[in-house]
Nanobody
Framework: QVQLVESGGGLVQAGASLRLSCAVS????????MGWFRQTPGKEREFVAA????????DYADSVKGRFTISRDDAINTLFLQMNNLKPEDTAVYYC??????????????????????WGRGTQVTVSP
């Protein structure tokens, strides 16, 4: 089973930046999609961004477009989420996830998170006003 470990979260002020990392236990093949999701206590899990591991195609939630960038480094088996101009509403636990069925999953289904088989434990991001 693929294991995912997130890191890089912290406490920052609005307008600051953070870079989250997700270490992957094995190198993903061409069928994998990787994603970032977030969750706040009392709320449903929310899609943030996704990437096709092999091809680099990306998808973003409207709330983070223009501010967040998802990327990966195959050489070190690591997924990244660069978060710029952070807002208090970005406060959440951020989770890394892997989908072995890959980019062929319909867009809305992929955004729902239902096709992601593997999940990390999360890293806390807190943005103060």
């Amino acid at each position: 089973q693929v294991q995912l470990v997130e890191s890089g979260g912290g406490l920052v002020q609005a307008g600051a930046s953070l870079r989250l990392s997700c270490a992957v236990s094995k190198r993903a093949d061409t069928t994998y999609a990787m994603g970032w999701f977030r969750q706040t206590p009392g709320k449903e899990r929310e899609f943030v961004a996704a990437i096709n591991w092999s091809g680099g195609s990306t998808d973003y939630a409207d709330s983070v477009k223009g501010r967040f960038t998802i990327s990966r480094d195959d050489a070190i088996n690591t997924l990244f989420l660069q978060m710029n101009n952070l807002k208090p509403e970005d406060t959440a636990v951020y989770y890394c996830a892997a989908d072995s069925t890959g980019w062929k999953t319909p867009l809305l289904t992929r955004r729902s998170g239902l096709e992601y088989e593997y999940w990390g434990r999360g890293t806390q991001v807190t943005v103060s006003p």
